[in-house]
């Protein structure tokens, strides 16, 4: 049996915990299966690297940033190998260009492309444990890549499905997905199991569980995921296609502050013109997520969308650089703002339910700003002070404490 096992920064944030974690490998490494271990930066390694970054140079070039931050993941691994080393027991660090993990050449938010797994497969057959850097590959430049925040998870998918593991277990600092996040919502509940899509929408918007695209990658390659803690040894969270469970109406709520909102004010009302304003911001592979259009007035209107926090300062600077060409009399923004989302495939049958979140929020005094829909999912945009509070609220109305 592979088991591949992926363990985030503060799982390994000092010396115990790594020692902990080695450990919990080599409990599984001699049940007599074959271990690959994923490891992120230790704590706040990568935080620590941006802040350095930033103070030689406040807008530093993405290609010089992944090279800065792939040494986060380097680190971590050549001391897991050490201490199972210590520990009596045979094992490699490999870091992406080592596999080699190839990606495209979109430098802070690259996406995978293949893994060469000749190299992972001599390592296992030696009877090591093969310990590999997350969050990182390398392009056809053969440049250091980074797959944005979260991005080990992604590496660990991605390795499950290329070696065809037996078993992709994801550990975090939480013991499993919970119907909201506890440190906001105290009575908040594990769930036992998810289905693929609804993971999807939890860490797309904002649950920090699971990278999203690392759930995408599952998705498509039907590779099971448990989220579990490393610190305890509780049984976690199964993400899968199907859920055996009867269909909850609301599987959760979910909350991301690290939005903006952006108004294109006054364009001309005119086939193409917002063809031209996503256009230009996808060349420039900044996200999009809850866009409205206002009504025409004057043959002009406006169009308003969210953004990610880091990628408001590049959009604004584009879309006032080709303000002419969007045909725009003004581009405005608003940083303290966030989402809030109610999730659950229950949804799709269950009419009422925007009515009974909007009626929740209502009786707390809290102003949306903007909506957006799916088939499992709801979003509001709120005035970044209420987040928590609107949070709290929504959960107590589905009763998903019980």
């Known amino acids: ?90 094992s490699v660090s490999l870091n992406a260009a080592q596999v080699a993990m190839h990606t495209s050449s979109a430098y802070g938010m690259a996406k995978l492309k293949k893994i060469d797994t000749e190299r992972i497969q001599h390592e296992l057959e030696a009877k090591k444990i093969v310990i590999i850097t997350g969050f990182q590959g390398i392009n056809k430049y053969d440049d250091l890549t980074t797959l944005g925040r979260g991005g080990s998870d992604t590496t660990a998918v991605a390795l499950a499905a290329a070696l065809h593991a037996d078993a992709c277990e994801i550990y975090t600092d939480v013991d499993g997905v919970y119907t909201a996040d506890p440190h906001i919502v105290p009575d908040a509940r594990k769930l036992l199991e998810v289905s693929y899509d609804e993971m999807l929408e939890f860490a797309s918007l904002g649950a920090k569980v699971l990278h999203n695209r690392s759930v995408e990658m599952a998705k498509r390659y039907g590779v099971q995921l448990v989220v579990r803690s490393s610190l305890n040894r509780e049984e976690g969270t199964i993400v899968k296609e199907e859920t055996k469970l009867e269909r909850m109406l609301v599987s959760g709520v979910a909350a991301d502050k690290n939005v903006a909102r952006i108004s294109v004010i006054g364009v001309k009302n005119e086939p193409g013109i917002a063809f031209k304003i996503f256009n230009l911001l996808a060349k420039h592979n900044i996200n999009v997520d809850i866009i409205i259009q206002s009504i025409g007035r004057e043959e002009r209107k406006d169009i308003s969308f969210t953004v990610a926090k880091p990628d408001l300062k590049e959009t604004m600077e584009l879309l006032n650089e080709h303000k002419e060409g969007i045909t725009a009399q003004g581009v405005t923004s608003e940083e303290d703002v966030a989402k809030v989302s109610i999730i659950g495939a229950g949804m799709t049958s269950n009419p009422g339910v925007a009515a009974k979140m909007f009626e929740a929020l209502y009786n707390a005094g809290i102003n949306i700003k903007m909506i957006a829909t799916s088939e499992i999912r709801i979003t509001v945009l709120l005035h970044e002070e209420d987040v928590n509070r609107a949070m709290r609220t929504v959960h107590d109305a589905f009763d998903l404490a019980d």
């Open 1 to 90: 049996m592979l088991v591949v096992k992926k363990f985030g920064g503060s799982s390994v944030a000092d010396k115990e915990r790594i020692f902990n974690v080695a450990k919990r490998c080599i409990e599984e490494y001699e049940k007599g299966n074959q271990v690959v271990v994923v490891l992120s930066a230790m704590g706040k390694t990568t935080d620590g690297l941006i802040a350095k970054a930033h103070e030689i140079n406040p807008n530093p070039p993405k290609r010089e940033m992944d090279m800065l931050l792939a040494t986060g993941e380097q680190i971590s691994v050549a001391l897991m190998s050490m201490a199972m080393n210590v520990l009596g027991v045979p």
